[in-house]
């Protein structure tokens, strides 16, 4: 914490805390071919899910189009997300509803950012 003094006011400013919503992990579970793989990640870790489910599962044929969301090979299903991430857009509704998905947990990972949002989700590969 830091004090100064414009010698009217105190004044003070809170040193950011280490374990605000950034810098804590991140925790969800990953389903490939029915192995769960418990994920532990950070905030922006990866620019987006499809590139950690790649990195942490070793998923080869996944993101065929490199994170764009046209190809739909990242497509998974996303049980317990939360926040902004909940909202589908950019190329994902029209990109999902051409290859015929359209449940509600039905996403792209490409199009979903690695943040506190996925705490606790429950993400499964679809496409093999
Ligand atoms: S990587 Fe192609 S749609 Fe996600």
Redesign the pocket.
């Known amino acids: 914490m830091l004090y100064y003094s414009n010698k009217k006011n105190l004044h003070f400013h809170l040193k950011p805390n280490p374990l605000s919503e950034k810098h804590q992990p991140i925790h969800f579970t990953a389903i490939d071919n029915g192995h769960k793989t418990a994920v532990t990640c950070h905030h922006g870790s990866h620019p987006?899910l499809?590139f950690l489910l790649k990195d942490k599962l070793g998923l080869d044929y996944?993101?065929?189009?490199?994170?764009?969301?046209?190809?739909?090979?990242?497509?998974v299903d996303a049980i317990g997300i939360k926040g902004k991430s909940i909202i589908k857009e950019r190329?994902?509704p029209a990109?999902l509803s051409k290859m015929g998905y359209d449940d509600e947990t039905t996403r792209?990972?490409?199009?979903l950012f690695v943040t506190a949002d996925l705490e606790g989700a429950v993400i499964t590969i679809l496409e093999e």
């Open positions: 987006n499809m996944f993101g065929e189009c490199g994170g764009v969301g046209r190809c739909a090979t990242c497509v190329n994902e990109t792209l990972s490409c199009q």
